[in-house]
């Protein structure tokens, strides 16, 4: 009972689907939400209009009948919420049918109950077209299908080139899987089929996959096809790459249903451009403000979905939990992720996925040169970063960042100081209070030429190296870039052409 079609659920809910219109609900449900928005509008509008004073007119076309205007809503509303229902009931029910695949499956149970609806969709095709070879068929159907467009774009694979390869290789043994032979036939799609479902739900399984999907059973059928592989070859491609690019596909598709959810703590925080705990916890930090900026809202990975530097983020959350020795220093080179490390820092807090301690805390990065040109007098400069200092400790929530802190700590703080200002004296006397939490950025040569010789300043501040992202990794943020690129820039760039990037830079740079 490995492959039952009469007892799949997941079967039963594509023909269920297929015979309820569910275009037309979608289109009932725009129109008659926006006729009923407009209603609401107008109807809103009117009765403003009563308050109004008797001098205080509306323009004629805000102006209707109330009964009118009523019936318009109920009407609206009538073919709203049971399009509406359906559709919910469609996704939510009909779509989700079928058991969840683990890390150990069971070969003897039914199979098709862990395929996705989509891939159940073109799996059930096959069953219609018995006299053909299954694996072929399935191949067919599933370039024919727009689920892989972006997979297939990417790895820039001809579809309508592959399409034909495979018709005509059918064609070939046309002979062989004939309606004569059907008997053979469809004993032999019958083992095929085990076949293809075992290695599908083992790929699904390997990559903690729920459901086994359409990218699953593509890449359980380009192993035993010859002319999509002769394709790979001539295109200098490897499976990896496949691998890649599907799971590219699948993480950007996971990435937007997660951010169509608007009522998710994190969608909400980047529709309302505001500090989420400015002026509701914490105190009055007016100096502070003036002289410094919000990671969080001013921070380029606020929408991203790649995470680098995980270990040193946790280092870094580990230590500023504490409550003593809260002074953390990322030591790296030059493009390695430093202020990356903080900018994730910030979207772990306002997305309340970090530590507890961290909760309702605010990144602000200290604006120097700033504080430095608005106080040229060394001893006024050392008052106001004491005021801002304070101001962070009676907040209880600041993190304060100090990017090229090298440049302001030590005698000898090098070639590259921006100015000749030492406040080791304040950060020092801080640095030992509770509470206050600071993080600072430099080079290693920064750190080895100017905070090592800052005295008793230097103990005072854990000191977390940040290592260069991997070829790996960097291709990761690339594809996520990329996208960007592209649409700004109005052109395209398939993998190829990131892997050969990352090999150039990684050759050049080091």
């Keep these: 009972m490995a492959i039952d079609t009469n007892r799949s659920s997941i079967f039963r809910a594509v023909a269920q689907v297929q015979t309820i219109p569910t275009n037309l609900f979608f289109i009932v449900r725009q129109v008659s939400f926006s006729l009923l928005a407009a209603a609401a509008l107008l109807w809103a509008a009117n009765e403003l209009a009563r308050l109004l004073p008797a001098f205080v007119t509306l323009p004629s076309w805000l102006v209707a009948d109330r009964y009118l205007l009523a019936a318009a809503i109920e009407l609206s509303f009538a073919f709203w919420a049971p399009s509406y229902l359906m559709l919910v009931f469609v996704d939510q029910k009909l779509k989700r049918q079928g058991k969840v695949l683990g ?227 990322l030591v790296g080179a030059p493009g390695s992720g430093r202020r990356s490390v903080v900018f994730n820092l910030a979207n772990r807090i306002a997305s309340e996925s970090g530590p507890a301690g961290l909760q309702a805390a605010r990144i602000l990065e200290l604006d120097m040169v700033a504080l430095m040109g608005n106080n040229p007098d060394k001893a006024t400069m050392a008052e106001i970063l004491g005021q801002v200092f304070a101001e962070a400790v009676r907040a209880k929530n600041v993190v304060l960042v100090i990017s090229q802190i090298n440049n302001f700590l030590g005698g000898n703080s090098g070639s590259d100081q921006l100015a000749a200002v030492d406040i080791t004296g304040v950060i020092s006397r801080y640095l030992k209070l509770p509470g206050f939490r600071l993080i600072g950025i430099c080079t290693y040569e920064g750190y080895h030429r100017s905070i090592e010789q800052a005295g008793e300043t230097a103990p005072l501040f854990r000191k977390i190296e940040v290592t260069p992202v991997s070829a790996e990794e960097t291709l990761k943020v690339l594809k996520e870039e990329v996208l960007r690129r592209e649409k700004n820039a109005n052109f395209f760039i398939p993998l190829a052409t990131l892997k050969e990037v990352v090999k150039l830079c990684d050759f050049f740079l080091g």
């Design 103 to 329: 890390k150990n499956f069971d070969t003897d149970e039914n199979l098709l109950e862990y395929l996705n609806f989509k891939a159940a969709r073109v799996f059930r095709k096959t069953f219609s077209m018995d006299h053909l070879p299954f694996e072929r068929l399935l191949f067919y159907l599933i370039l024919s299908s727009s689920e892989i467009d972006f997979s297939l774009k990417r790895l820039n694979i001809d579809r309508a080139v592959l399409k034909k390869q495979l018709l005509d290789s059918m064609k070939e043994r046309s002979k062989m899987f004939s309606r004569d032979n059907s008997a053979l036939v469809k004993e032999m799609n019958r083992a095929a089929r085990q076949r293809v479902m075992e290695a599908a739900c083992k790929t699904a399984s390997e990559r903690a996959s729920s459901k086994v999907t359409i990218f699953d059973l593509f890449l359980v059928l380009v192993d035993s096809d010859k002319e999509f592989q002769r394709m790979m070859d001539s295109l200098e491609l490897l499976k990896e790459d496949v691998v890649s690019v599907f799971a590219w596909q699948g993480n950007l598709e996971a990435y937007r249903e997660f951010r169509k959810r608007f009522w998710e703590r994190d969608n909400l925080r980047l529709l309302f451009p505001l500090s989420p705990v400015k002026g509701a916890v914490g105190g009055w930090t007016v100096t502070l403000d003036r002289y410094s900026h919000d990671m969080t809202l001013y921070n380029p990975l606020r929408q991203g979905g790649v995470v680098l530097h995980q270990r040193e983020i946790e280092q870094l959350e580990e230590t500023l939990v504490k409550r003593n020795g809260n002074g953390v220093l």
